[in-house]
């Protein structure tokens, strides 16, 4: 793929609940990872970009956060930061896990898809008020018989917000093709808008600090993941070809502290070697993790922390 093969280009905004699937669908659609991913709701903080090339067309993603009822400061700066992504874009795809609304169909949906069900339709009112047209993905059809999903459907289609349904799994891939067809007929025609051979549009710096916090939440359980935050603080080169990168594990108390570090320093040991082995397999470099924990109470109201994220502080 040359810049010259490039006729159309355009950005593609994926929104939806938290836990739906949206930064699986970007890594998928991509190639490669760009967004960190979880089992856990309200992973992605901030909109991250990730290029996918589908015939002649430049397609440039945006990964949102999950969109939901929010409080805090921090996950309503998310929260905002994922209808911005949205706004400009030349087309939306709003993902929805559709096992949640089977498993409402059936008459059997956990807490957790009951809020994830609630999510949905309030991002669905929020499209009937801007009246745009949007994709709808149904994801997670791997979990499911296919004949499950038609009475979904039809109450989605029923909703008016939607020009076209797509059933999809991105996580083994089944439908995504049909899907990127379309976003890239969607694309305007003009030149590509980043080099054919970038795939993401995020400081190595701030892609390293996702992977460590990815394990972090991985590793820590109940709101103890929501509460920290990560950041790179330096990056050298050596001359023997390897990285030194020291990262701050930040977070809100002395005892979540505690936490972090496990016993004898256990937890943050093993997330450190997760961090380290994917980064060195990403960058195909050896790389020394140094990570530190450090207590700040108030990381969360501070304004330069939203700012180095992209993040709207005063919403
Ligand atoms: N079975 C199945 N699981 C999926 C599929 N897509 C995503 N998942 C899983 O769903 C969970 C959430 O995936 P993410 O990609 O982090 O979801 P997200 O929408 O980006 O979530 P937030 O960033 O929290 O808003 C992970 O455990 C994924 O492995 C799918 O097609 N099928
Ligand atoms: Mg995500």
């Known amino acids: 793929m040359t810049e010259q093969d490039i006729k159309h280009a355009g950005f593609a905004a994926i929104i939806g609940a938290p836990n739906a699937g949206k ?8 190639g490669t990872k760009v967004a960190i991913v979880t089992h856990k709701v309200q992973t992605t903080r901030f909109p991250v970009r990730g290029v996918a090339h589908h015939g002649s067309a430049q397609i440039v993603l945006i990964d949102t956060p999950g969109i939901f009822r929010a409080k805090r400061r921090l996950d309503r700066a998310m929260v905002q930061a994922a209808w911005n992504g949205a706004d400009d874009a030349d087309a939306i795809v709003h993902l ?9 169909k059936t008459g059997k949906p956990t807490p957790a898809q009951i809020k994830s069900l609630e999510d949905d339709r309030r991002v669905i009112e929020q499209l009937q008020e801007t009246g745009r047209k949007v994709f709808l993905a149904l994801n997670k059809i791997d979990l499911f018989p296919h004949e499950q999903t038609l009475p979904i459907m039809s109450e ?3 909703t008016g917000v939607y020009e076209e349904i797509f059933m999809i799994s991105a996580e083994n891939g089944d439908g995504v093709e049909r899907l990127v067809d379309a976003l890239a007929a969607r694309m305007p025609a003009g030149p590509p808008l980043y080099p054919p051979e970038q795939t993401a549009d995020l400081p190595m710096r701030l892609l390293a600090a996702e992977i460590t916090r990815e394990k972090l939440m991985l590793r820590l359980h109940q709101e103890l993941p929501y509460q920290l935050t990560v950041e790179t603080e330096s990056w050298d080169e050596r001359k023997d070809g390897s990285a030194r990168v020291q990262q701050v594990v930040i977070v809100g108390r002395e005892g979540h502290k505690a936490m972090v570090l496990g016993k004898g320093g256990s937890v943050i040991k093993s997330v450190g070697e997760a961090a380290r082995k994917e980064l060195s397999e990403m960058l195909d470099q050896k790389i020394h993790l140094f990570l530190f924990v450090k207590v700040d109470e108030r990381w969360q109201e501070k304004r330069e922390r939203y700012d180095g994220l992209g993040l709207e502080f005063d919403v």
């Open 23 to 30: 930064s699986t669908l970007t890594n998928r659609l991509v």
């Open 96 to 104: 929805i896990d559709a096992a949640s609304w089977v498993a409402e």
């Open 156 to 158: 989605l289609s029923e």
